[in-house]
């Protein structure tokens, strides 16, 4: 399966600032995931991201708020713009493993303040 | 839209005890996952269940899928504190207009007592 390198760990953001992710695959892949786990709770996907196009966006998620980049088939990045305290939440990455699966970076544990 | 529902999402359990996750779907699936995730930590793959009768075993663990019921199980046998973490069961969905994409259930908070 493939090997996700997901930065940063962790952050500690003032309110009203924005935050990059990246997350960096070892093998190239055509769809990367990006998901929300807000404390205590399930994932959420927020966008799918396709080398070559805009990203596609779930319901309750916008483009302002998490514009997404996708600039090649082994990386990609997330901004949380504006960030609210209800923006705090741990951020992860997924691509589909080979054959069928999902592998998940190690998560983005954004706290704002 | 795909509901999938996971129970219990609570879960205290005695050592060396048997018990049963279950997770139910809306929406006809034959791709299905099990993961698991420790406080503070991603999430790691357990299972894979690709066809209607699917059964995999790792250790304590073995997970099953009915399609036509839309239900998988994890079963846990004789536990022990190691498993002590949250089991997310997730569809994954092929649809023909946003592709494939993965829905969780709540997650089933798993601690294993001494």
């Known amino acids: 399966s493939a090997v996700i390198s997901q930065k940063p760990s962790r952050d500690i953001c003032q309110r009203g600032t924005s935050l990059t992710i990246q997350c960096q695959v070892d093998?190239?892949?055509?769809?990367m995931f990006w998901y929300r786990q807000q404390p205590g709770q399930s994932l959420t996907l927020i966008a799918t991201?396709?080398?070559?196009?805009?990203?596609?966006?779930e319901s309750g998620f916008v483009i302002d708020k998490f514009p997404i980049s996708r600039p090649n088939l082994t990386f990609s990045t997330l901004t949380v713009s504006n960030m609210s305290p209800e923006d705090s939440s741990i951020y992860l990455c997924?691509?589909?493993?080979?054959?069928?699966?999902?592998?998940f970076g190690s998560g983005t544990r954004l706290t704002v303040v | 839209e795909l509901k999938v529902e996971q129970n219990p999402l609570f879960l205290s359990m005695q050592e060396g005890k048997n018990y049963t996750i279950y997770c139910n779907y809306s929406?006809?699936?034959?791709?299905l996952y099990w993961y698991r995730q420790d406080p503070g930590k991603s999430l790691e793959s357990l299972f894979v269940?690709?066809?209607?009768?699917a059964v995999k075993q790792e250790g304590r663990l073995m997970a099953s899928l009915d399609t036509k019921a839309r239900l998988s199980t994890l079963h846990i046998t004789a536990a022990v504190h190691d498993l002590s973490a949250t089991y997310f069961c997730?569809?994954?969905?092929?649809?023909?207009?946003?592709?494939?994409?993965?829905?969780f259930g709540e997650g089933t908070q798993l601690t294993v007592n001494p």
């Open positions: 269940l690709l066809s209607n009768g």
């Open positions: 997924s691509v589909p493993g080979t054959g069928y699966g999902y592998t």
């Open positions: 991201a396709n080398q070559g196009s805009e990203a596609t966006y």
């Open positions: 997730a569809v994954d969905l092929l649809e023909e207009t946003s592709g494939s994409r993965l829905t």
């Open positions: 093998s190239q892949v055509t769809m």
């Open positions: 929406t006809t699936s034959d791709r």
